[in-house]
């Protein structure tokens, strides 16, 4: 069946040019209107898969109308298209918005942003995740401290201070927080010794990323887990989040990127812990599967569970509402080719900072190891920056001895 993008702008020439760029293509149909208002009663009465808004409209602007959608239709993905490069606006968006793409829109930005949603759409609707999701009896809630940072970050002057007040008011993320601002000045002459110099040093944005994952982490750091070391996902997801970092700022991407990219490396794992959690016998053999035959885990899983952990970690983040290219970097990091996404961004930096991450640091692994999706790379057209990236991180990131 089509899915349907309802775009919504004030201006009819751009309205017809959206349009213009769907005609023809097979899995989408288009509907348009001119104003918010206008928006929410045709999503009160019509199925919508995507709605599609311009930041500055009259009377209801579009961070208005995203904070409308996302509390009657949240099974609605959300983009904000505007060509303002304030990126206080930007980030006044973020916490409604999946995705924020800049004017003017290219047919091609417009078309890869669909199939990326709509590949990501079809992969958590996977009939077999959502039973092996719904079995999940305990979960991690949604951090508040996540959102306090966010309503920080989307006020008019964000504060160094009050966020660092409010990792203070937290002694997990306090520790969490201090252990990556350690971890990423190494070389320095002199240790990050308090929540506010962390912050400083990381930037505001980062510190929600690691409100989110510290947050979840949390919630499995008091009961061992039989196959799987909390400190050893942990660190390795430390240093993965260091490295997705370096190759994001050696390409030039923005902070929202960078901090998307981030925060996957951070969280790609948390799968498993709710796995074992949760479902402990079947993990266990899908475990011993993948030993017996020598087989990837996420094969095994598969076979065992009918789902995998980086679908589960993806199908939570996806429940919080979390940006599209964050959970996509989640969802397909180990390959990304089956994303059907062509550019550069969170999901490349992740998935090569996760084969990096497992060169540099090697330990023992359930069944096969990960390897580069060469033919995803290439395809992406960053093939030959590998070494570069290699010898990027190496200069901050000392490999294991």
Request: some cysteine; proline content about 5%.
């Amino acid at each position: 069946m089509k899915k349907t993008v309802l775009f919504v702008d004030d201006d009819p020439l751009l309205l017809r040019l959206y349009q213009m760029m769907l005609e023809g293509e097979p899995d989408w149909e288009t509907a348009t209107v001119s104003s918010g208002e206008a928006a929410l009663k045709y999503l009160a009465e019509n199925q919508v898969d995507v709605l599609v808004s311009d930041m500055r409209m009259p009377e209801m602007d579009g961070i208005e109308l995203m904070d409308e959608v996302c509390r009657l239709s949240p099974g609605t993905s959300r983009v904000i298209i505007s060509g303002i490069g304030d990126q206080e606006e930007v980030a006044r968006s973020l916490e409604t918005t999946h995705q924020f793409l800049a004017k003017p829109l290219k047919p091609t930005e417009l078309l890869e942003m669909l199939t990326r949603i709509g590949n990501l759409d079809a992969y958590l609707q996977n009939e077999s995740l959502r039973t092996l999701a719904n079995k999940l009896q305990s979960v991690p809630s949604f951090p508040s401290a996540y959102l306090e940072i966010m309503k920080e970050l989307n006020s008019e002057d964000p504060s160094l201070q009050v966020i660092a007040d409010i990792v203070t008011r937290d002694p997990g993320l306090t520790a969490k927080m201090l252990q990556v601002a350690n971890s990423a000045a190494f070389g320095l002459s002199e240790r990050v010794s308090s929540p506010f110099d962390a912050v400083q040093f990381l930037g505001m944005a980062a510190a929600r990323s690691i409100a989110l994952s510290a947050h979840v982490f949390a919630n499995f750091e008091k009961n061992p887990i039989k196959n799987f070391s909390v400190k050893k996902i942990w660190d390795d997801a430390l240093r993965c989040s260091q490295m997705a970092r370096i190759i994001m700022q050696r390409e030039g991407a923005d902070e929202t990127s960078t901090e998307d990219a981030c925060t996957a490396c951070m969280l790609r794992e948390t799968g498993k812990l709710m796995l074992a959690r949760n479902v402990p016998q079947e993990l266990e053999r899908a475990v011993a599967l993948a030993e017996a035959r020598k087989i990837s885990l996420t094969d095994a899983e598969m076979e065992v569970l009918g789902a995998t952990h980086n679908g589960v970690a993806a199908y939570l983040l996806g429940l919080w509402g979390l940006g599209t290219p964050m959970v996509e970097a989640v969802a397909f990091h180990l390959k990304p080719s089956s994303s059907g996404s062509r550019a550069f961004g969170a999901l490349t930096a992740t998935h090569v900072a996760k084969i990096f991450a497992q060169d540099m640091f090697p330990s023992p692994i359930i069944g096969l190891p990960a390897t580069l999706d060469r033919e995803y790379l290439t395809e992406v057209g960053v093939h030959d920056r590998l070494e570069i990236w290699r010898e990027a991180i190496s200069k901050h990131i000392p490999a294991a001895k």
